[in-house]
């Protein structure tokens, strides 16, 4: 194995900050590192590629429809890694890796591994965690082609300067019959700091009471310059829209400070975020799991806390 392809996330035109973390971690296997870039361009993404190693940047030359469309991008990719003699190919754990990976995989009937945390390329083993985060597991895996998706900000990206060259790559065949995108549609402004991202994350429960009082949490969060998450129960209860769930059904999250308000700190809920670097929990149950699971509790009245804490804010 010699070449690793690592396909670079975009949004709104700019490089996520996950994918120098995903660089740094693949670029320890010492091989050639080859970046797929689309949704961006390549003038606005090479500074930072090139700054965290990356020697090799293929652009992937397609229309605004064919970059909101999974299949097309799948094939587009299919056919890139096999011009360019990918033997791994990396792209981040996020719902448009979750997406877009599979479909590769399926393709190239090849192995792939989600949400990794370490992967070693020289031997296909790859280290994910299992059944809601209870175990992590060591996963090996064979093929002409490796799969993996990298849970993002596992890693903190390390810069190693490269000169790259930039090529771009035209596809063939590209329409995705049987699928096609009828409508895309933006993300709530108030989920706007990508939670998959984030450093901090600001996170309500049942204990918030209803969407209104998640009013607070994003006074408080803009003051953090963080995003704002949900339990399960906050989402099904109408609360908050599904892209801010964090769980084993929603968001995997990895933030350096996670504040969990009024959550009681479920199993499935810890599968999305047990990776947190801090977490403070806010409960007006002292018994409330989640208690026991943090690195500091406050056993107090997320209502009262939370604006508190944002008026601290205001005055600093
Ligand atoms: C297959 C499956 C998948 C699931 N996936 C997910 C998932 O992805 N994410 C997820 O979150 N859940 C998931 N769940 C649901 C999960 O089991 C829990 O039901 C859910 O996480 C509980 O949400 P909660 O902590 O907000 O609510 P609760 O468990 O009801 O806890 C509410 C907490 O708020 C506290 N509280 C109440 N009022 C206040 C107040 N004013 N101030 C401070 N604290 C207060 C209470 O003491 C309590 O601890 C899943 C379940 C299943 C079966």
Known sequence: MKNIGILIEAENGTLKSANLGMITLTRAAGMQLTAFVVGVSVSAASADLE????????ALDLTADQQQNPVVLAKVLVQAVRAFDIDAFVGLSTASGKDLLPRIAAFLDAPLVMDCVAIDFHQGK???SQFSG???ATIEVAGDVLIFGIRPNVIDPVPAPVTAEVVSFEGRNLEASGFTVLQTDKVDETARINLAEADVIL??????????????????????????GASRVAVDSGWVPYPMQVGQTGEKVSPR???????????QHFAGMK???LVIAINTDAQAAIMSNCDYFAVADVLEVIPELTKQLKND
């Open 51 to 58: 700054t965290y190693g990356i020697a090799r940047i293929v």
């Open 126 to 128: 790859a280290r994910t």
């Open 134 to 136: 209870k175990t992590l």
């Open 203 to 228: 996170s309500g429960g049942r204990g918030m009471g209803n969407s209104e009082n998640f009013g607070l949490l994003y006074q408080c969060a803009a003051k953090l310059s963080a995003a704002v």
């Open 257 to 267: 400070v996670y504040i969990a308000c009024g959550i009681s700190g479920s199993v």
């Open 275 to 277: 990776t947190a670097g």
